[in-house]
């Protein structure tokens, strides 16, 4: 990172000096280099052009770049490539313990081939979270204990401070803390890992487990908004291993997710290297409406933005009703940027986000620098006044009085419903040929009910029956606004008699302790916990499919109708298998509206004319009745969420617990692996490698591992949730002795390739187009059997033969998860020839060394007439260029063409060396 301008830096005639409380400070003046022309550029622009002008050293950063970024009113339609190196990095522990374990395996690698393994350190800071992903084994009910065992004055460790609880907290506390015991028990090796990171790599900060999500933690406390080294003032930017890194953009700070392959490179000096892109105004006005909440504005956008189509492009809002959003609300809208599909979608730091600060307590002295150099870049905006909306590449606007209370679902988050209409949607779902919006049940089955006992009393199943309902993700458990909202409408629920059916899974985990402790002072908690949302844990928990086991006699009754059961959850990802193998239908929604299904036991309800239930005395009670206004909420939220609590949650956090604390490390600069360790194992991915860089080749007699369609997410490649007892990864940790009560979760388990490489395409909801049914398997094409995708993979290398996936469009959408890449790498996989690919996901693939190939426009696997049994020969040479047209030819007789996806020249630079690791690591050599 840059510590300071020199006497020849190429752009030290912009420097000049401003004052903050009697302290000179420099910065990096970029309007001087062309006032007409940065006046123009979006504010999201003008941070890539100052990180330009202050890493400029002809090397990593050219001048070229600075010129480019400058001319973006011209060149935006270009696809010019220019290089970005963001100020720090932000690890989330299910990337950041493959990045340990990535830096632990270079060190070794360097000092095999006669290096140095100490240059094997972040250069740039990086903030690692312990953003453990919970399973939630107990849900937020609690169920009395023997009343020999049951003591009411009992003491427990609040995220906050200690305190005598009362009975109903006590309730809502025993969950949590049997899901922290549990999940502490079963990670320890993989804390101790990190731990020994932390202490090894230098320029790393790191929060210990229990402190929350990453991405809440990373707004309300780790976030800079503005360095200052050296005297030297600068914008806080950032790359995240997780695809939601992109909530930042809330807080007026340019961030996207990247793989951990990415990340890592960064954290070792890399620059990223980009097409500059597109900018899309999204301009807001209008006030909202007294029912709706930030999260429906989200899902309002997210549609919107879908149908515009921003993939690859920068959105940043402007326009009078940004005032109306709290910072929280526009973290919200942030947070959900990979789900419409941009790289960013960015705010510009205004009052609204000084006055956040200042309740989250950050320190006034830093305050005043970052207001004070925000000005004076040209950074800080005044959303009323239209004169400094700069000029972008397209205008698009949503009119705040027009958002009405939403879902989206069954099966993608941007697939919105007005809430008002969600019972006829649900019934067409069920009707409509199997799809995004449909589940293709044949009219005879549609009034399927299944009863069965729970807790010696008779309930009955049937579709759109809600047997998950979760307060759970980044999404918006950061925001106050909703989280009041549904523990008003909790509040009452719970005074007009209602209640929720015991059999459903209810659960809150909120994404900081700051959460608990404004929801505890306004007096909702009791209520929460009455119906059944008791905190389970800090962390990602349902929304990453870490959402527990179901009852059994709940699971036998969805197999033997056939259910389409529901789970409704606040979170931002809701593809078919990712909450829980049981849930075909998942529906996104405010906490409100969690509560809301949870009470009314199914989706398919008509709000207006149907009652949520009954009172003990008949009456029925309306949504209506008992919904809390806009401004009610407002008012709760300005009492009670005070900045006190954000200090005394973020005094303690680096301190960690008594467990994490009482973890003992090696002190080691070379990880002593264990081989008999089932978390951590040394990755088999330098094991190949030489100094010399070996030439580009064709891929001949390639097979087809996988024959794929559109919208193939990451959570159908990359292992995730939990590890189904019958997989391939369940059978290799049995021969290791493992018991399945300790399998643990593929997140659990990511340091270890021999499990991930097992779990990779092991989804049970992945169709491939080489067998008949869905799930994690596929033709052995030499054999003609049918095995795990896992199996058949060994059986193509026992023969050495290379492997492709064919796929349709958007391949690869969802969570940046850099094992969608590492694993198809470690199973031979050597090219993808896919219709388009989304962007985090085709940078992962050239990261790990795959070739990714794009059909022609027009042109599709099926207007080809691929079966995917031919053999396949992809006609590579070390002469290749970025986006350059190759062909393909197929033993069937067939020859096509296809874009070769490397776009820049340093994505070629990373594929010849075998990827982007391997590309570092020689640079370390040199």
Same mark, same amino acid.
């Given at each position: 990172?840059?510590?300071?301008?020199?006497?020849?830096?190429?752009?030290?005639?912009?420097?000049?000096?401003?004052?903050?409380?009697?302290?000179?400070?420099?910065?990096?003046?970029?309007?001087?280099?062309?006032?007409?022309?940065?006046?123009?550029?979006?504010?999201?622009?003008?941070?890539?052009?100052? =990180?330009?002008?202050?890493?400029?050293?002809?090397?990593?950063?050219?001048?070229?770049?600075?010129?480019?970024?400058?001319?973006?009113?011209?060149?935006?339609?270009?696809?010019?490539? +220019?290089?970005?190196?963001?100020?720090?990095? +932000?690890?989330?522990?299910?990337?950041?313990?493959?990045?340990?374990?990535?830096?632990?395996?270079?060190?070794?690698?360097?000092?095999?081939?006669?290096?140095?393994?100490?240059?094997?350190?972040?250069?740039?800071?990086?903030?690692?979270?312990?953003?453990? =992903?919970?399973?939630?084994?107990? =849900?937020?009910?609690?169920?009395?204990?023997?009343?020999?065992?049951?003591?009411?004055?009992?003491?427990?460790?609040?995220?906050?401070?200690?305190?005598?609880? =009362?009975?109903?907290?006590?309730?809502?506390?025993?969950?949590?803390?049997?899901?922290?015991?549990?999940?502490?028990?079963?990670?320890?090796?993989?804390?101790?890992?990190l731990k020994w990171g932390a202490s090894t790599l230098r320029?790393? +900060?790191?929060?210990?487990?229990?402190?929350?999500?990453?991405?809440?933690?990373?707004?309300?406390?780790?976030?800079?908004?503005?360095?200052?080294?050296?005297?030297?003032?600068?914008?806080?930017?950032?790359?995240?291993?997780?695809?939601?890194?992109?909530?930042?953009?809330?807080?007026?700070?340019?961030?996207?997710?990247?793989?951990?392959?990415?990340?890592?490179?960064?954290?070792?000096?890399?620059? +990223?290297?980009?097409?500059?892109?597109?900018?899309?105004?999204?301009?807001?006005?209008?006030?909202?409406?007294?029912?709706?909440?930030s999260t429906d504005i989200v899902l309002t956008i997210t549609k919107h933005l879908r149908s515009v189509g921003v993939v690859g492009k920068f959105v940043e809002f402007f326009g009078p009703g940004v005032e109306e959003l709290s910072v929280a609300d526009r973290a919200t809208i942030s947070n959900m940027c990979p789900e419409y599909g941009a790289t960013v979608g960015f705010f510009a730091l205004d009052r609204i986000g000084v006055d956040y600060l200042r309740q989250t307590n950050r320190d006034p002295e830093r305050i005043a620098v970052i207001e004070a150099y925000l000005k004076a870049a040209g950074l800080f905006r005044n959303y009323s006044n239209d004169c400094e909306d700069p000029v972008y590449s397209q205008v698009v606007e949503l009119d705040l009085e027009t958002v009405v209370s939403s879902v989206s679902g069954p099966k993608r988050p941007q697939d919105r419903v007005p809430v008002n209409k969600m019972k006829g949607d649900f019934a067409e779902c069920l009707t409509n040929k199997v799809g995004f919006k449909g589940f293709g049940l044949p009219s005879d089955k549609l009034n399927t009910q299944v009863p069965f006992i729970y807790d010696n009393k008779e309930y009955v199943l049937r579709h759109g029956s809600t047997v998950i309902a979760a307060i759970t993700s980044c999404t918006n458990t950061s925001n106050p606004s909703v989280m009041l909202g549904a523990g008003l409408l909790a509040k009452k629920a719970v005074e007009a008699g209602l209640s929720v059916n015991p059999y459903v899974k209810t659960s809150l985990s909120p994404g900081s302790g700051v959460v608990t402790y404004y929801l505890e002072e306004s007096g909702v908690v009791p209520a929460l916990n009455q119906l059944g949302f008791g905190i389970v844990g800090y962390g990602c928990m349902t929304c990453i499919g870490n959402s527990g086991p179901l009852p059994d006699v709940i699971v036998e009754a969805i197999e033997k109708g056939d259910l389409v059961c529901c789970s409704v959850l606040s979170g931002n990802r809701n593809f078919e298998g990712r909450v829980h193998p049981n849930t075909r239908a998942n529906y996104l929604a405010s906490p409100l509206l969690v509560v809301a299904y949870a009470l009314a036991g199914r989706v398919d309800i008509d709000f207006k004319t149907e009652p949520l239930g009954y009172n003990p005395e008949g009456k029925p009670i309306f949504l209506a009745d008992i919904w809390p206004l806009r401004s009610e909420i407002q008012e709760v939220e300005r009492k009670h969420v005070i900045p006190a609590m954000f200090q005394e949650v973020y005094e303690k956090i680096q301190k960690g617990n008594h467990q994490w604390n009482s973890l003992e490390v090696v002190e080691s600069d070379l990880y002593p692996w264990e081989a008999s360790s089932t978390y951590i194992q040394r990755p088999p991915f330098f094991d190949d490698m030489t100094k010399e860089i070996p030439p580009v080749k064709p891929i001949v007699n390639a097979k087809v591992l996988l024959m794929l369609g559109d919208s193939v997410t990451t959570d159908h490649i990359s292992p995730a949730g939990s590890i189904s007892r019958t997989s391939p990864a369940a059978r290799f940790l049995q021969l290791k002795g493992v018991v399945p009560r300790d399998f643990n979760s593929y997140g659990a388990r990511r340091g270890n390739d021999a499990i991930m490489t097992r779990g990779t395409f092991a989804n049970v909801r992945l169709v491939n187009k080489l067998v008949s049914n869905p799930g994690p398997k596929t033709l052995h094409i030499p054999s003609g059997k049918v095995m795990d995708v896992f199996d058949a993979a060994e059986a193509y290398k026992a023969d050495n033969i290379p492997l492709i996936v064919i796929a349709g469009k958007d391949y690869g959408c969802g969570s940046s998860r850099d094992w969608a890449a590492k694993g198809p790498h470690l199973l031979g996989i050597k090219a993808v020839i896919a219709e388009s690919y989304e962007r985090i996901h085709r940078s992962n693939l050239i990261g790990m060394g795959i070739v990714p190939l794009q059909f022609l426009d027009g042109q599709t696997a099926a207007s080809l007439g691929l079966t995917g049994k031919e053999s396949y020969a992809i006609n590579l040479g070390d002469n290749i260029q970025p986006r350059q047209t190759v062909s393909v030819i197929v033993d069937s007789g067939k020859t096509f063409d296809a874009i070769l996806r490397f776009d820049t020249d340093v994505e070629i630079a990373f594929y010849r060396n075998g990827g982007i690791l391997k590309y570092m690591l020689r640079k370390m050599l040199d």
């Open positions: 990172m840059f510590s300071g301008p020199t006497m020849d830096h190429t752009y030290n005639t912009l420097f000049e000096t401003f004052q903050v409380n009697g302290e000179d400070l420099k910065f990096y003046n970029c309007r001087n280099l062309s006032p007409e022309k940065y006046d123009r550029l979006p504010y999201s622009i003008r941070v890539l052009l100052e =990180s330009a002008v202050r890493n400029c050293d002809e090397f990593h950063v050219t001048k070229k770049d600075v010129e480019t970024i400058l001319d973006w009113n011209d060149i935006q339609l270009k696809e010019t490539e +220019i290089s970005f190196k963001p100020s720090r990095v +932000i690890l989330q522990d299910f990337t950041g313990v493959p990045a340990v374990v990535d830096f632990a395996a270079m060190r070794d690698a360097v000092k095999r081939l006669g290096g140095d393994p100490m240059k094997v350190n972040p250069i740039c800071p990086a903030d690692l979270v312990v953003d453990h =992903s919970i399973q939630v084994d107990f =849900s937020g009910r609690w169920h009395e204990p023997p009343k020999s065992r049951c003591d009411n004055t009992i003491r427990w460790d609040h995220p906050c401070r200690s305190t005598m609880a =009362s009975e109903s907290t006590r309730k809502g506390s025993d969950s949590l803390k049997k899901n922290q015991d549990l999940e502490f028990e079963r990670n320890k090796e993989r804390f101790k890992f320029n790393m +900060i790191i929060v210990p487990p229990g402190s929350g999500i990453v991405h809440q933690v990373n707004l309300e406390y780790l976030a800079r908004v503005v360095f200052t080294k050296d005297g030297v003032c600068f914008p806080d930017s950032v790359v995240g291993t997780d695809s939601h890194t992109t909530m930042i953009n809330g807080l007026g700070i340019v961030g996207w997710g990247v793989g951990g392959i990415e990340a890592e490179a960064v954290m070792l000096g890399q620059t +990223i290297s980009m097409v500059l892109p597109q900018v899309i105004g999204y301009k807001i006005s209008g006030k909202i409406g007294p029912y709706a909440t």
